[in-house]
Protein backbone atom coordinates (compact mmCIF):
# COMPACT_ATOMS: atom_id res chain seq x y z
CA UNK A 1 0.00 0.00 0.00
CA UNK A 2 1.07 3.39 -1.02
CA UNK A 3 0.84 4.55 2.43
CA UNK A 4 1.43 2.90 5.98
CA UNK A 5 -1.69 2.24 8.18
CA UNK A 6 -0.45 3.87 11.30
CA UNK A 7 -3.82 3.51 13.27
CA UNK A 8 -6.74 0.53 12.83
CA UNK A 9 -10.20 0.81 13.39
CA UNK A 10 -11.32 0.11 16.82
CA UNK A 11 -8.46 -0.30 18.11
CA UNK A 12 -7.30 1.58 22.15
CA UNK A 13 -4.96 3.36 22.94
CA UNK A 14 -4.10 6.31 25.21
CA UNK A 15 -3.81 9.36 23.20
CA UNK A 16 -7.60 8.72 22.51
CA UNK A 17 -8.32 8.48 26.26
CA UNK A 18 -8.69 4.47 25.64
CA UNK A 19 -11.64 5.54 23.17
CA UNK A 20 -12.10 2.64 20.60
CA UNK A 21 -10.77 4.23 17.25
CA UNK A 22 -13.76 5.47 14.67
CA UNK A 23 -11.96 4.94 12.04
CA UNK A 24 -8.16 4.39 10.62
CA UNK A 25 -5.22 6.79 10.10
CA UNK A 26 -2.97 6.32 7.08
CA UNK A 27 0.61 7.96 7.35
CA UNK A 28 0.25 10.53 4.68
CA UNK A 29 2.98 13.33 4.40
CA UNK A 30 1.33 17.13 5.52
CA UNK A 31 0.32 19.05 2.38
CA UNK A 32 -0.71 16.16 0.67
CA UNK A 33 -3.55 16.07 -1.91
CA UNK A 34 -6.69 14.36 -0.60
CA UNK A 35 -10.06 13.41 -2.87
CA UNK A 36 -13.35 12.29 -2.34
CA UNK A 37 -13.03 8.68 -2.12
CA UNK A 38 -16.50 8.56 -3.89
CA UNK A 39 -19.88 10.60 -5.19
CA UNK A 40 -21.45 12.92 -2.70
CA UNK A 41 -22.55 16.21 -0.67
CA UNK A 42 -20.21 17.84 1.53
CA UNK A 43 -22.41 18.11 4.35
CA UNK A 44 -20.01 19.54 7.13
CA UNK A 45 -16.70 20.71 7.86
CA UNK A 46 -14.16 20.75 10.71
CA UNK A 47 -12.87 24.57 11.59
CA UNK A 48 -10.10 22.86 13.31
CA UNK A 49 -11.29 23.41 17.21
CA UNK A 50 -12.25 19.89 17.68
CA UNK A 51 -10.58 16.68 18.44
CA UNK A 52 -10.34 15.71 14.76
CA UNK A 53 -8.62 19.15 13.46
CA UNK A 54 -9.54 20.77 10.00
CA UNK A 55 -11.41 18.54 8.09
CA UNK A 56 -14.98 17.93 6.40
CA UNK A 57 -17.54 14.83 5.93
CA UNK A 58 -19.23 13.68 2.37
CA UNK A 59 -22.67 12.11 2.43
CA UNK A 60 -22.07 9.65 -0.27
CA UNK A 61 -25.05 8.52 -2.49
CA UNK A 62 -25.92 5.69 -0.67
CA UNK A 63 -26.08 7.98 2.84
CA UNK A 64 -23.03 6.75 4.01
CA UNK A 65 -20.72 9.85 5.79
CA UNK A 66 -16.87 9.77 4.65
CA UNK A 67 -15.04 11.58 7.28
CA UNK A 68 -11.45 13.45 6.60
CA UNK A 69 -10.14 14.59 9.59
CA UNK A 70 -6.58 16.28 10.81
CA UNK A 71 -6.01 18.50 7.30
CA UNK A 72 -4.34 21.47 6.69
CA UNK A 73 -6.49 22.98 4.19
CA UNK A 74 -9.95 22.50 3.38
CA UNK A 75 -10.61 23.25 -0.49
CA UNK A 76 -14.16 22.33 -0.23
CA UNK A 77 -17.43 23.93 0.79
CA UNK A 78 -20.55 22.78 2.52
CA UNK A 79 -23.47 21.91 0.07
CA UNK A 80 -20.77 21.40 -2.87
CA UNK A 81 -21.21 18.24 -5.07
CA UNK A 82 -17.90 16.21 -5.58
CA UNK A 83 -17.37 13.53 -7.85
CA UNK A 84 -14.90 10.44 -6.68
CA UNK A 85 -11.24 11.51 -7.23
CA UNK A 86 -12.25 15.39 -6.70
CA UNK A 87 -9.49 17.23 -4.65
CA UNK A 88 -10.89 18.40 -1.43
CA UNK A 89 -8.15 19.83 0.45
CA UNK A 90 -4.55 19.03 1.74
CA UNK A 91 -3.60 16.96 4.84
CA UNK A 92 -1.99 17.92 7.33
CA UNK A 93 -1.44 17.22 11.24
CA UNK A 94 -3.98 19.34 12.67
CA UNK A 95 -6.03 18.72 15.56
CA UNK A 96 -5.41 16.00 18.52
CA UNK A 97 -2.41 14.55 16.15
CA UNK A 98 0.68 13.13 17.41
CA UNK A 99 2.08 12.76 14.00
CA UNK A 100 1.28 13.79 10.24
CA UNK A 101 -1.46 11.73 8.98
CA UNK A 102 -5.18 11.45 7.35
CA UNK A 103 -7.90 10.27 9.76
CA UNK A 104 -10.34 8.58 7.87
CA UNK A 105 -13.68 7.41 8.87
CA UNK A 106 -17.21 5.83 7.69
CA UNK A 107 -20.35 6.70 9.74
CA UNK A 108 -23.63 4.52 8.19
CA UNK A 109 -26.51 6.44 7.84
CA UNK A 110 -27.98 5.73 10.91
CA UNK A 111 -24.95 6.65 12.61
CA UNK A 112 -22.81 3.61 13.22
CA UNK A 113 -19.29 3.34 12.70
CA UNK A 114 -18.14 1.30 9.79
CA UNK A 115 -14.63 -0.25 9.77
CA UNK A 116 -12.86 1.78 6.95
CA UNK A 117 -10.13 -0.97 6.18
CA UNK A 118 -11.53 -2.10 3.30
CA UNK A 119 -11.17 0.83 0.90
CA UNK A 120 -7.69 1.47 2.83
CA UNK A 121 -5.72 0.75 -0.35
CA UNK A 122 -7.85 2.58 -2.86
CA UNK A 123 -7.83 6.00 -0.46
CA UNK A 124 -4.56 5.30 -0.12
CA UNK A 125 -3.80 5.41 -3.69
CA UNK A 126 -6.12 8.39 -4.69
CA UNK A 127 -3.86 10.52 -2.10
CA UNK A 128 -1.06 12.22 -2.57
CA UNK A 129 0.69 14.55 -5.30
CA UNK A 130 -0.66 13.12 -9.20
CA UNK A 131 0.48 13.30 -12.23
CA UNK A 132 -0.51 14.72 -15.67
CA UNK A 133 1.70 11.88 -17.33
CA UNK A 134 -0.81 9.80 -19.82
CA UNK A 135 -1.23 6.25 -20.07
CA UNK A 136 1.41 6.49 -22.36
CA UNK A 137 5.60 7.38 -22.53
CA UNK A 138 6.87 6.32 -19.04
CA UNK A 139 3.67 5.42 -16.72
CA UNK A 140 3.59 2.74 -20.01
CA UNK A 141 6.95 2.18 -20.23
CA UNK A 142 6.86 1.16 -16.25
CA UNK A 143 3.38 -1.02 -16.89
CA UNK A 144 4.98 -2.65 -19.52
CA UNK A 145 7.67 -4.12 -16.99
CA UNK A 146 5.37 -4.94 -14.45
CA UNK A 147 5.90 -1.83 -12.23
CA UNK A 148 2.27 -0.73 -12.02
CA UNK A 149 -0.79 -2.95 -11.79
CA UNK A 150 -2.96 -1.36 -14.04
CA UNK A 151 -3.88 2.34 -14.95
CA UNK A 152 -7.11 4.01 -13.01
CA UNK A 153 -6.63 7.64 -14.49
CA UNK A 154 -5.17 8.82 -11.56
CA UNK A 155 -1.11 8.01 -11.81
CA UNK A 156 0.72 8.97 -8.50
CA UNK A 157 3.35 11.23 -9.48
CA UNK A 158 5.61 10.42 -6.53
CA UNK A 159 4.87 6.44 -7.35
CA UNK A 160 6.78 7.06 -10.47
CA UNK A 161 9.44 9.61 -9.23
CA UNK A 162 10.65 6.65 -7.03
CA UNK A 163 10.41 4.13 -9.95
CA UNK A 164 12.48 6.72 -12.11
CA UNK A 165 14.84 7.70 -9.60
CA UNK A 166 15.28 3.63 -8.85
CA UNK A 167 16.45 2.77 -12.96
CA UNK A 168 18.47 5.98 -13.16
CA UNK A 169 20.61 5.11 -10.11
CA UNK A 170 20.92 1.46 -11.69
CA UNK A 171 22.21 2.72 -15.13
CA UNK A 172 24.47 5.15 -13.26
CA UNK A 173 26.10 2.75 -11.01
CA UNK A 174 26.32 0.45 -14.22
CA UNK A 175 27.80 3.28 -15.85
CA UNK A 176 30.29 3.50 -13.66
CA UNK A 177 30.95 0.20 -13.22
CA UNK A 178 31.76 -0.33 -16.79
CA UNK A 179 33.99 2.83 -16.53
CA UNK A 180 35.92 1.08 -13.94
CA UNK A 181 36.42 -1.54 -15.66
CA UNK A 182 37.80 0.26 -18.54
CA UNK A 183 40.32 2.20 -17.05
CA UNK A 184 41.41 -1.32 -15.05
CA UNK A 185 41.53 -2.66 -18.33
CA UNK A 186 43.38 0.17 -19.90
CA UNK A 187 45.75 0.61 -17.03
CA UNK A 188 47.02 -3.58 -16.99
CA UNK A 189 47.33 -3.27 -20.73
CA UNK A 190 49.20 -0.20 -20.80
CA UNK A 191 51.89 -1.11 -18.15
CA UNK A 192 52.50 -4.70 -19.94
CA UNK A 193 52.92 -2.56 -23.22
CA UNK A 194 55.49 -0.64 -21.19
CA UNK A 195 57.49 -3.64 -20.29
CA UNK A 196 57.86 -4.87 -23.33
CA UNK A 197 59.08 -1.66 -24.52
CA UNK A 198 61.38 -1.88 -22.43
CA UNK A 199 62.68 -5.30 -22.62
CA UNK A 200 62.86 -4.05 -26.52
CA UNK A 201 65.00 -1.31 -25.39
CA UNK A 202 62.93 1.82 -24.01
CA UNK A 203 64.55 3.56 -21.76
CA UNK A 204 61.62 4.82 -19.88
CA UNK A 205 59.54 1.72 -20.36
CA UNK A 206 59.72 0.70 -16.55
CA UNK A 207 58.95 3.85 -15.04
CA UNK A 208 55.90 4.01 -17.49
CA UNK A 209 54.77 0.74 -16.19
CA UNK A 210 55.47 1.53 -12.89
CA UNK A 211 52.99 4.67 -13.34
CA UNK A 212 50.55 2.75 -14.67
CA UNK A 213 50.22 0.30 -11.68
CA UNK A 214 49.93 2.74 -9.28
CA UNK A 215 47.18 4.48 -11.49
CA UNK A 216 45.35 0.67 -11.78
CA UNK A 217 45.63 0.62 -7.38
CA UNK A 218 43.93 4.21 -7.50
CA UNK A 219 41.39 3.21 -9.88
CA UNK A 220 40.72 0.15 -7.51
CA UNK A 221 41.29 2.26 -4.34
CA UNK A 222 38.32 5.02 -5.59
CA UNK A 223 36.29 2.47 -6.82
CA UNK A 224 35.44 0.43 -3.66
CA UNK A 225 37.81 -1.81 -5.13
CA UNK A 226 40.25 -2.49 -2.23
Not at 55 to 77: C, K, P, W
Not at 96 to 122: I, K
Amino acid sequence: MKFRLSGEFGELSPVRNWQPHTGIDLAVPENSTLRAIGEGTIDRIFNGSGAIGKGLSIQLTDGTRAIYGHMNEVTARVGEHVDAGDIIGLSGNTGNSTAAHLHFGLRSPDGTFMDPTPVAEQLAAMSGETSSISKGGIFNWFLERGKVNNYQGYEQESLIREYAKEYVTEFTLGALDALKDLLLGASLVGSALCIILKVAGWRDGSRWAGVLMVANILIKYLFGGI
